[in-house]
């Protein structure tokens, strides 16, 4: 029975302001899923069904991902493919079946007691390098234990952490290694807006994962307020190196300019989703190793500000320092590379493919390097 004065005077009573949101909700997901339907029919099939973010050329195949419900993406288990990359060396991903817990990875199975997961995105997969040349593999060789690679193309810190919870921690490892690689942040602040998504839209996981979304949404992530007077953007330049063609790409600065909101968020996101992988590692007993890994762009950053003009007023080092830095005051072990590499290319070798902004193969044996030794000196590989 109403018995306050509106009700009483008969006037009628304002909507309480949840289910102004509500509505608001329900109209916001009908766009979305015209806008996705939309997509859909003019020839956008493909990209719904490649995954969360976009994917290179040799992924470019019918059902290569499937969509996983809190994840957003995994392998399926059947994958099977084969390349060369631009090296002219072969390359093959593969899908194994990780047991317990039954994820598809792209490793060579599990072989007796686990001593290392790692996790993290294309830089552990092993982007178009051959499975015994990533750095989980060599990491492994040198070792003589187990290291399992459940490293996700394109995967963002969360996505890193729900990995480990979901299929890592059930092997008991004794080290967990996350390698975050510069565009995380916008990785991250994306698989949040995915997930918001996800609980608006229910068993509807597709829609986020589209190419023209996904580019959309960093394309916005990269534009900043007309009144900060920053160079442009711009797109990539090439430059020779050592008798090799190198492309190198502006958008890597602007993935680490915190200034942006987006890039703000996402890393605020990854910070806590690496405190909260260093816990759930611990309760499974096991230690939590970050490996921040920079842009190539970072590492010949001397260079690239002599054919991009937006480099030159940015900061080589931010996102490294920052993830160091943050690691350290949260009691994390963090690898920060960005000085091991510019030693190392100082010295004449390259860890980067000169078009491909990923590690070629000398650039994972020099991580494998580098974290076989921080394992050593913490006296961690001593552990069987």
Request: proline letters at 5%; hydrophobic letters at 40%; charged letters at 25%.
């Amino acid at each position: 029975m109403q018995t306050d004065d509106t009700a009483q005077s008969g006037k009628p009573q304002r909507a309480p302001l949840y289910a102004k949101i509500a509505l608001l909700l329900f109209a916001l997901s009908t766009v979305a899923l015209l806008a996705a339907g939309w997509l859909w029919y003019h020839g956008g099939e493909d990209a719904f069904r490649r995954g969360y973010t976009p994917l290179t050329a040799e992924w470019q195949i019918k059902g290569a991902w499937i969509a996983h419900p809190i994840i957003g993406k995994m392998l399926r288990c059947d994958v099977s493919v084969s390349d060369t990359n631009e090296l002219g060396r072969p390359f093959g991903y593969k899908a194994v079946k990780i047991e317990p817990g039954g994820g598809c990875f792209r490793d060579d199975g599990v072989n007796g007691e686990v001593f290392a997961v790692a996790v993290g995105d294309s830089f552990t997969f092993g982007h178009k390098v051959a499975l015994e040349k990533a750095w989980t593999e060599l990491l492994e060789n040198s070792l003589k234990m187990d290291v399992v690679n459940m490293g996700l193309s394109g995967g963002s810190p969360s996505q890193a952490l729900r990995i480990f919870e979901t299929y890592g921690a059930p092997l008991n490892p004794k080290v967990v290694i996350f390698t975050t690689f510069v565009n995380d942040w916008l990785d991250e602040a994306c698989f949040q807006a995915w997930w918001a998504q996800r609980q608006v839209l229910g068993g509807q996981v597709d829609f986020p994962q589209s190419d023209a979304i996904y580019n959309a949404v960093r394309q916005n992530a990269y534009r900043l307020p007309d009144d900060w007077q920053q160079p442009p953007l711009g797109g990539s330049a090439d430059c020779d190196i050592d008798g090799e063609s190198y492309r190198f790409d502006g958008a890597a600065y602007a993935e680490q300019d915190t200034r942006s909101p987006t890039i703000d968020e996402g890393r605020r996101q990854s910070e806590k989703a690496i405190v909260e992988l260093r816990n759930r590692a611990n309760r499974t007993g096991a230690r939590l190793i970050v490996v921040a890994i920079p842009a190539k762009e970072y590492v010949y950053h001397d260079r690239v500000i002599k054919v991009i003009p937006y480099a030159v007023d940015m900061p080589a080092d931010t996102f490294c320092t920052m993830t160091a830095d943050w690691c350290r005051k949260n009691g994390i072990e963090c690898i920060d590379m960005l000085p091991i590499l510019q030693k190392r290319v100082a010295a004449g070798e390259k860890p980067y493919f000169p078009r491909d902004g990923h590690f070629r193969e000398e650039g994972n044996a020099m991580l494998a390097e580098e974290v076989g030794r921080v394992l050593a000196a913490d006296k961690l590989t001593s552990q069987k």
